[in-house]
């Protein structure tokens, strides 16, 4: 694993649940990529708001990435524990999905002038897009590349997997209520 993949991990541990090895490398992989494409370090995660929409936005984007993924988990595992076997969730897609929601957003935005706006290329792919992209190149499976693609609005008209149902609505209470 690449030093900047480990550094990935020490940012976002909960990346280190994901059981299977190989999918956890892919996962800090895609993150390493995507912040070299993108221009940024690291450490910039800490610093990149979470949201355009939310004027002087407080949260960033390596604390809404780390939150949706708490929350992802949490219903998870309240489902789990409330319907047994009936709800089937793959946990490390899930985990790899939510780690992963918004890596595309490291492409969606740049900074001018010390402040995050949106790049040449976020005004022409929203982030579910190019996460998507970044996440194929890195031979996550389909069903990881279909939460982040669906994690939106752009998946409102197709059918999300389970886990693509419980990531869209993590992201969204880890939204809304910001803005209200």
Known sequence: MSPKAEEIIDLIPEIKMIKDEQLRGKVAAVWADAIDLGGWKAQDLDSI???????????SLLHHTRAVTKTAVSIAENLTASYGDA???DMDVLLAGSVLHDVGKVLEY??????????????????????????????????????????????????????AIIIHHADFVNFEPLRA
């Open 110 to 163: 740049v900074r001018e002038g010390g402040v995050v706006v949106k790049s040449p290329a976020g005004k022409l792919l929203r982030h579910p897009f190019s996460g998507q992209g970044l996440a194929y190149k890195h031979g996550l499976p389909f069903e990881v590349l279909h939460m982040i693609a669906y994690h939106s609005k752009e998946g409102d008209l197709g059918k999300r997997t389970t886990e």
């Open 49 to 59: 708001p979470f949201t355009l929409l939310i004027p002087d936005c407080k949260f």
């Open 87 to 89: 709800v089937k969730i």
